[in-house]
């Protein structure tokens, strides 16, 4: 079956822009998770939707948000880029959560902010 | 605060070795462990997981995991690597109730030949 695709997987954006990043999550998938990672502060949890409701939020500022449509995929936006926003995206998908059961992890979106 | 602890950046063992990745968690309760593999460009696969039930835990790729409630550990274990496994590996956790993975910094593992 095919996998968790997230779109673009690349992106340069400048101080100040805001991006939008997608995630199609597996077929029957209804919980999709958003994680940042960066060599400094690691992989952090950024939010979870499921069924089109977050239900989880990490620690992250306003200027992130997020949301789910009803086929289940999931959009991230990044509003006012900052330079510390350059971060691999990934985003995640399982059937009901990751205490349910297996979350299958995209490639991610790689985000340079100059 | 829930915290995961990964005490090895980096280790190097030679192929055919055994190796050992060592985790170690702070929760009030059990929580579910995870550990997970990342290679270089990709994104993060799912070795084992622990739920309840039977303190060891086989994965996959001949990985296996023990959780030793006492020490709050949740320890990687390969009786004898290839070059393929080398990667970066993360444990994580996740509270009963939440559905959000909090992960240690990982480790990379460096494989020689």
């Known amino acids: 079956k095919a996998g968790v695709t997230q779109t673009p997987r690349y992106l340069i954006k400048t101080r100040g822009q805001q991006v939008t990043l997608s995630c199609s999550p597996i077929?029957?998938?209804?919980?999709v998770s958003w994680y940042q990672q960066t060599p400094g502060q690691g992989l952090q949890f950024l939010f979870e939707?499921?069924?089109?409701?977050?239900?989880n939020k990490g620690n992250f500022p306003g200027r992130f948000s997020g949301r789910q449509f009803s086929n289940s995929r999931s959009e991230m936006n990044v509003s006012t880029l900052e330079l510390g926003d350059s971060a691999l995206y990934l985003c995640?998908?399982?059937?009901?959560?990751?205490?349910?059961?297996?979350?299958?992890f995209g490639p991610g979106t790689r985000l340079t902010v100059t | 605060a829930q915290s995961v602890t990964q005490p090895d950046i980096h280790i190097t063992v030679s192929e055919g070795a055994s190796l050992e990745l060592r985790c170690n968690y702070s929760?009030?309760?059990?929580?579910?462990l995870f550990w997970y593999v990342q290679s270089p460009g990709q994104g993060l696969q799912l070795l084992l997981k622990?739920?309840?039930?039977?303190?060891l835990v086989q994965g996959i790729k001949g990985f296996e995991a023990e959780f030793k409630r006492s020490q709050s550990s949740f320890n990687l274990r390969k009786p004898s690597v290839h070059w393929s496994d080398a990667a970066e590996y993360f444990c994580?956790?996740?509270?009963?109730?939440?559905?959000?993975?909090?992960f240690g910094q990982g480790t990379r593992l460096t494989i020689n030949p």
């Open positions: 995640a998908s399982s059937k009901v959560g990751v205490t349910g059961d297996e979350q299958y």
């Open positions: 994580a956790v996740a509270s009963r109730g939440a559905q959000k993975l909090v």
């Open positions: 622990y739920f309840s039930g039977d303190t």
């Open positions: 939707y499921f069924s089109e409701t977050q239900r």
């Open positions: 929760y009030g309760a059990t929580p579910y």
């Open positions: 077929s029957g998938h209804r919980s």
